[in-house]
């Protein structure tokens, strides 16, 4: 298997465009993950998918911020406006079950100026 | 509110020796714990775990040790060699959920 698949790895924006995230997970998982790492405040977790249903969205900072799972291999980050302090690394991970081990994608890096 | 720390955001160990990196937690509903590890432009990868019935987890180089009264955790990494070199990132879980808490990572570096 490929892996967790993310795009584009790297993004670089104007404050107030809209940004789009993409990741598809490893084939056959049923839970996806968004996450944001920071210098500040390290790896911390947006939302969560189980079957492609939203399970836990309290991380996501705000309501620029929103994420969909259309099918079952593939999901979208979209953040809009996009504002400087959401420049950051963005990490999709998926798993299988009720299993703790995540498999993470190589991340976006996303940088609005 | 950190309920996972990693207080030393650096460690830099000799080839041969012994790494030890710590992590603390808040919440006493955590009950699964994991190290991940990540190299640079890579997502984290699992790198071993613990459940909080038992208080030690070994995998060859690598063993974690739990204390649940102290509410910390440590990984040891004996020998310590240059591949090693990463950013570790210990993770919790609660009431055997998927959700994982990070903590901010420590950065690792073993000299030759």
């Known amino acids: 298997d490929a892996g967790v698949i993310q795009s584009p790895r790297h993004e670089v924006t104007e404050m107030g465009q809209e940004v789009t995230l993409r990741c598809k997970p490893i084939?056959?998982?049923?839970?996806l993950f968004w996450y944001r790492q920071t210098m500040m405040r390290g790896l911390e977790l947006l939302i969560y998918f189980n079957n492609n249903v939203p399970i836990d969205d309290s991380g996501m900072p705000e309501d620029r911020f929103s994420a969909k799972m259309p099918n079952a291999s593939f999901s979208t980050l979209k953040i809009q406006p996009s504002e400087p302090r959401d420049s950051a690394v963005y990490f999709c991970?998926?798993?299988?079950?009720?299993?703790?081990?995540?498999?993470f994608g190589p991340g976006t890096r996303l940088t609005v100026t | 509110d950190q309920q996972v720390k990693q207080n030393s955001p650096s460690l830099s160990v000799q080839e041969g020796r012994i790494s030890i990196l710590n992590c603390d937690y808040t919440n006493s509903m955590f009950d699964y714990f994991l190290w991940y590890k990540k190299y640079p432009a890579e997502g984290p990868t699992f790198l071993i775990s613990?459940?909080?019935?038992?208080d030690k987890n070994e995998d060859g180089r690598f063993t974690v040790f739990l204390n649940k009264s102290a509410k910390h955790l440590s990984l040891h990494i004996v020998p310590s060699q240059p591949g090693d070199s990463a950013v570790y990132f210990c993770a919790a879980s609660a009431n055997a959920g998927n959700m994982l808490t990070f903590g901010g990572g420590t950065r690792l570096m073993v000299k030759p």
């Open positions: 084939s056959g998982h049923d839970y």
């Open positions: 613990i459940s909080s019935i038992k």
């Open positions: 991970a998926s798993s299988y079950g009720v299993n703790y081990e995540q498999y």
